[in-house]
């Protein structure tokens, strides 16, 4: 059975119990999300052939100092680093390091600002140069399967309808959904109930209600689900080495459907990459 809380003002840990935010709560959220979002447009000036995902790291500092915000990753369960960077065939959780991004490659940056205490938590997928046709198509297919599962949520809906939106369209593109990785609640905890499937049947699981507040993030393989995580403890691949790609946004569900923080306020939610609106998905 699911326990529904009125949200605690500082809960300590992920008790299983879904929490229902107030207004004062989604107020806090949009505020960490969008620095989240900002940082995430900075970013989009610096990525180029020759930058090195360290670097990229060194502008997620400053831009978090400069904000009055830090990072949640930075020593979080030992994460080393204050961003993820995913290059390529890299699922997500990789590791900033001082090798440089080389013209073709796509790389997932996945940033967490906290603002008094509230997750922003959003990734976007930026192309390295010019990019080959199957790279741009799989971010094209992986940002559409976002927007679907986002139109999925509205109140009385079921977590398994955003699931299903997501590898319905996903599986028609001939692209897999990788499943050892989920969304999640967020807000005063950065990882909270509910977890939030990529794939599922309509109907089932969780039944969604206003107030709540939760990612969406799915990770798409151009080839097989399967990753499996590097020696770091951290890096996870895809175990065929299939290119891989994932967005995510943090939303809060509301009396007629859902409010998403995470919105570039530049409209750079999909850096160089140009994709027609999705019909039925929010905007
Ligand atoms: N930002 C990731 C997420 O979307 C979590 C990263 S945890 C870290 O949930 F430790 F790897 F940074
Ligand atoms: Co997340
Ligand atoms: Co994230």
Request: with cysteine; glycine share 10%.
């Amino acid at each position: 059975m699911t326990t529904y809380l009125e949200a605690e003002a500082n809960p300590s840990r992920n008790t299983g119990a879904i929490r229902l935010y107030d207004d004062a709560a989604f107020e806090g959220m949009r505020r960490a999300c969008q620095a989240t979002a900002r940082c995430l447009d900075g970013l989009v000036d610096i990525v180029k052939p020759g930058v090195t995902t360290q670097e990229i790291d060194d502008f997620v500092v400053e831009f978090a100092r400069q904000n009055d915000t830090v990072s949640a990753t930075l020593n979080y369960r030992g994460y080393p680093k204050s961003v993820c960077t995913s290059i390529n065939h890299v699922v997500c959780h990789g590791i900033p390091n001082d090798k440089p991004l080389k013209e073709g490659d796509i790389v997932n940056i996945d940033v967490t600002l906290v603002v008094d205490g509230w997750h922003g938590d959003s990734s976007r997928m930026y192309p390295v140069g010019r990019i080959k046709r199957a790279a741009e198509r799989l971010c094209d297919v992986t940002y559409r399967s976002l927007m679907l599962g986002i139109a999925a949520v509205k109140p009385g809906g079921h977590i398994g309808d955003i699931g299903a939106a997501i590898q319905e369209y996903a599986e028609s593109e001939r692209c897999s959904v990788v499943r050892d990785f989920c969304g999640h609640g967020v807000g005063k905890l950065f990882h909270d109930a509910p977890n939030i499937l990529h794939y599922g049947r309509r109907g089932e699981g969780v039944e969604m209600r206003p107030g709540m507040i939760f990612t969406i993030e799915p990770m798409i393989n151009l080839g097989r689900p399967h990753v499996k995580i590097l020696n770091d403890g951290w890096t996870a691949v895809t175990r065929d080495r299939s290119l891989s790609a994932q967005y995510e946004h943090t939303l809060g569900v509301t009396e007629t459907g859902c409010e998403v923080f995470t919105f570039s306020p530049r409209g750079l939610d999909t850096p160089g990459l140009d994709v027609s609106p999705v019909a039925g998905a929010a905007e």
